[in-house]
């Protein structure tokens, strides 16, 4: 039995969902293909309950800086609070019954089933097979990348998934990767009182990011107890009784937690789904799209698989542009130009567009200019956590911006005015002659626009 619909949708993450309930609300006859949760790794294991234990982390932190500026506090860190709040508040105990309720409350169809392409405008799941009168959208997301180091594969590892679910705070924990997931969740834990060891193999933190950042998160987590390792790839692992041991190339000296978390990034996991039967190579690392997230005709992708990074807002921005391709809506194609992202450390770590060195390897003449947020009347205000700067990227040939990193207590805040002048190509001209509210963490700025030199 074959049966009509208008599209499928397959992975049901921030990115499926939004086309699939967007579809349907249009009117359109959507079948929506989900696997596991009906919302995908955002809202279950990643964003949401990250950030929840990141608020509760941020709160103790404050706490300890109330004296000499507030009085005095008594701190009594409970991890299973956060937990508690993971558990009801953001994920109903892992339980995705509203989401998927919203879903088929806007007409779409739900397949609990894993799908793949099975021909052109087929889609085969849950032992049905679908043919697409528009098309199909595919939605699949990551899954987190464990390197081959020796002895890791059989030890009881955590990624992101069970980190975010745990209902107590480790004693001790290790994190191998100091990217994104490793910092954030490795000050979270610190604050709740784990002993946490980063070990990143690159020479800086967040190494995709400003050096200065990466410099001043390890400085930041060092401070706060966590013991940071840089130019230190993970060699071996094992685990036993005591827990895990990892050493590191070229160090003799054992490492060892009562956990070890996997953060070494993530990679799009295309073979399974059926890529082969519609010509494309399931071998991919990604899909790849035109600016209308056309892979081929009739065959849409949005999100992580599209390798334009993997963030919830960049899934949605593509959802967008798939759902006003589908029902024939005009509206401007992708454009990845400023391409914002926030890492939610404190301080916090927000840029967009190219870092400086991304400008100079692309060949632009390029000046840049640094504001310090302690320097600034708010930076100084706030005193105890107000670490961070404001750091701009021009292409001085044309005088705009084209890439921004704002790091501090609101970083990411602040990164939405940076977003919006790489995004519109406001003259630097007009950026130094406007007028930012006094005492703001974005009144930085004009530090930042004043040190603008080549
Ligand atoms: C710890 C952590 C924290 C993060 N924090 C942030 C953050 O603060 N901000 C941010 O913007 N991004 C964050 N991210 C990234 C963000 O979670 C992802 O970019 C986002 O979830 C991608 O959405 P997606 O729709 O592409 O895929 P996913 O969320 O991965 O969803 C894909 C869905 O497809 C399903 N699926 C896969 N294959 C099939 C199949 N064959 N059939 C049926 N279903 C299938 C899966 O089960 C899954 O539910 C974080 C990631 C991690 C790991
Ligand atoms: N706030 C956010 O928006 C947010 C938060 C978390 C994750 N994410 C998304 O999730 C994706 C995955 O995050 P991630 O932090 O896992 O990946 P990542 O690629 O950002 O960082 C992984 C790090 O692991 C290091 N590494 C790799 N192999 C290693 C080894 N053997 N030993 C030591 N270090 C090693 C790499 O050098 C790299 O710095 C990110 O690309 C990001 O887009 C976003």
Redesign the pocket.
Known sequence: MVREADVAV????????AVAGRLAEAGLDVVG??????????PY???IP??MLIRAGNLLAEAYRIPGMAGGADVMPDFTVAAARIRDEATDDWNDQVAADRFTGKGGTLVR????LAGEGLVE?GGETFRLRRGVVI????K?SVPPVPGLADTPYWT?RQ??SAKQAPASLIVMGGG??GV??AQAFARFGTRVTVVEAQERLLPLDEPEAGELIAATLRKEGVDVRTGARAAAVAHGADGFTVTVEGDDRALTAERLLVATG?HN?LA??GLETVGLDPKARSLDTDGQLLVRPGLWA????TGRG??????MYQADIVARAVLGEPGPEADYRAVP??T?TDPEVGAVGLTERAAREAGLTVRTGTGQVPASTRGWIHKAGNEGFIKLVEDADRGVLVGGTSVGPMGGEVLYGLTVAVQAEVPVERLRHMIYAYPTFHRGMLDALADLAG
């Open positions: 397959i992975g049901l993450g921030p990115g499926g969902e293909i989900e696997a596991e949760l009906v919302g995908g790794e955002c294991w990643a964003c990250s950030k089933a894993r799908g793949r799941a939605a699949a997301g990551s987190p992101n980190a975010v994104a997931v954030e969740l993530r996991d399974g789904l949005v999100g992580d698989v993997a963030f919830t807002h960049m899934a992202r926030v939610f």
